[in-house]
């Protein structure tokens, strides 16, 4: 069995199959009673899965991995599909679609963590906020909110009655998986919403949300209460479908100098944090903001269960920065991927014997790049679930 000595860097063997480390439904065993060998069948392990052990700071025998965007375009697979059904917001809103796509990097590569496949935007529709994603061109809102008057139009986000497709998908990935990773869902947090609906799409500068938050402040608060309210009941609504973790995409909130930070993002995190453990005091709840060094002390306190960082940061010093209190997940660079196989195998070692022992879901430190090899996303998965701690 492959191990990982923190004392030093060192290489895990890639050769070997890792099959074993996965849960049947029905494993068979071989026991010895009174000398002779009977065979018994035992029921599906019950036991959480390891990335929800990891997420609460339970003993784990090595780091789960997953990676964000690990459904999609790097995969052949998924390039096919795309080739069928052209629209992003068909293959997001497509039930049968969704699954498939979902599942497409469980088949291949059976990761801790199974992520829906959708996108942060996908509640827009649902809130007023007519929007299309668009090839080449990224997210375009129709009609950009600018006033008090804009935002006195979006609507309270129902997840039932909007997007009932992703609680079935969430309920048939429950039972595709069976248990043997973690299901996720994820949500965009109010300040990154908002800066999409203000900006129009994405934006470079961030101007025209900046001006909204400097010049008419009790205008975007309205806006980012009415996502905070939403988001948490999109969690709710997750949670109850089936999705046993959840990450908030904060993905624009690093645009934020610590003190608009304080002001604009982290009191609505920090309400939807507690309006969902009040109801779901047991699902963790992960955050990521990329290019976050700035922040690191300050995410801990929406009073999330993981934060994960990007590879800017040091993962040690990013460990040391969180403290105790929180699990931290990340953060190779996608970049690594491209490399050679000995160079992922360091760069993984590196990166689990920096965040320590336990509290650590091993992940990219952004989503996975378009042209990644897959056969070095094979390799990242086999090294990391080889690794011992």
Known sequence: MACLNFSSVSTVSTSMNFAHLRVNKKPRFLCSVAGAVAEQT???????????NAARGKEVDRPPVWLMRQAGRYMKSYQTLCEKYPSFRERSENLDLVVEISLQPWKVFKPDGVILFSDILTPLSGMNIPFDIVKGKGPIIFDPITSAADVEEVTEFNPEASVSYVGEALTILREEVNNEAAVLGFVGAPFTLASYVVEGGSSKHFTKIK???FSEPKVLHALLQKFA????????????????????????????????FE????????????????????????LY??????????????????????????????????????????NIDPGVLFGSKEF??????????????????????????????????????????GLRY
Do not use: C
């Open 263 to 286: 002001e604009f993002s982290l009191p609505y995190l920090k309400q939807i944090v507690d309006t969902v453990k009040q109801t779901h005091p047991d699902l963790p709840l992960i």
């Open 211 to 213: 001006r909204m938050a």
């Open 229 to 260: 309210t939403s988001m948490a009941k999109y969690i709710q609504f997750q949670a109850d479908k089936g999705a046993q973790a959840v990450q908030i995409f904060d993905s624009w909130a690093t645009e934020l100098s610590p003190v608009d």
């Open 289 to 330: 903001a990329s290019g976050s060094g700035g922040l690191i002390e300050r995410l801990p306190l929406t009073g999330v269960d993981v934060v994960s960082l990007d590879w800017t940061v040091d993962m040690a010093e990013g460990r040391k920065r969180l403290g105790s209190d929180v699990a931290v997940q990340g």
């Open 344 to 385: 992922i195998t360091e760069r993984i070692h590196d990166t689990v014997r920096k965040a320590g022992k336990g509290k650590h879901i091993l992940n990219l430190g952004h989503g996975i790049v378009v042209g990644t090899p897959e056969e070095n996303v094979a390799h990242f998965f086999e090294v990391a679930k």
């Open 42 to 52: 035992k029921s599906l392990n019950v036991s959480e899965p390891l990335l929800l």
